[in-house]
Structures are given as structure tokens and as C-alpha cells.
């Protein structure tokens, strides 16, 4: 039986921090990275970040270099995403996902996704 439990997000002033974690049980990925997709009120589901379950490359959208973090623990298949210096443009539903690209990043979601609000 597949779960995902999907934590982290809430409500945080400009400039705080947030962790999301995901964690997936009785699934296995399809692809050799995951990662994070977000979406914003009115706007597309954008990637924001991933990493490669063997290794450590990671990839991240332009505007959160610096900012955020992705990681993962192999051993409990939980995915990870430290977030700092939060500004109000990261405001969105996040989602964890195996990750592709294909001229594109695209994304096959795990879980429903959960909320980040970042208040100016």
C-alpha cells in the first residue's frame, strides 16, 4: 500500500525559514530524480528543485538558488526541502515528484501537496 506524508508547509514572514518534507512508503521512483514543483495562485506548476537518489547533483529553479535546499534520505525514501530567506513570491502549493526533463522539467506527483505562505 503506497503512502505519502507530506509536511512542513504553513504560514512564515518574509525572510523566515520552512522544511518540507515528503515521505513515501511502499512506492518506488521512476525516474532517477525527485524533486519539488510548486504552484502559485492564477499561475503553471513550475519545478523548483531536485536531486538524483545516487549522488548528490542537484537542480534548482533560478530564483531559489542560494535559498533552497533539496535533499533526500535514501534509507526512509524521504525527500526534502530546506527553505530560507522566504520572500512572498514563494508563496504556492508544493508538491513532491519524480522528476524528468524532456525540454522541460516535468513532474509525476506523489501526494496532494501542501501550502506555503510567506507573508510581506
Known amino acids: 500500500q503506497v503512502e505519502v506524508v507530506e509536511s512542513g508547509g504553513g504560514l512564515v514572514q518574509a525572510g523566515g525559514s520552512l522544511r518540507l518534507s515528503c515521505a513515501a512508503s511502499?512506492?518506488?521512483?521512476?525516474?532517477?530524480?525527485v524533486g519539488w514543483f510548486r504552484q502559485a495562485p492564477g499561475k503553471e506548476r513550475e519545478f523548483v528543485a531536485g536531486i538524483k537518489w545516487s549522488g548528490d547533483t542537484t537542480y534548482y529553479l533560478d530564483s531559489v538558488k542560494g535559498r533552497f535546499t533539496c535533499s533526500r534520505d535514501n534509507a526512509t525514501n524521504t525527500l526534502f526541502l530546506q527553505m530560507n530567506s522566504l520572500k512572498p513570491e514563494d508563496t504556492a502549493v508544493y508538491y513532491c515528484?519524480?522528476?524528468?526533463?524532456?525540454?522541460?522539467?516535468?513532474?509525476?506527483?506523489w501526494g496532494q501537496g501542501t501550502q506555503v505562505t510567506v507573508s510581506s
Open positions: 515528484a519524480d522528476v524528468s526533463f524532456d525540454r522541460r522539467w516535468k513532474g509525476n506527483y
Open positions: 511502499g512506492r518506488t521512483s521512476s525516474t532517477p530524480v
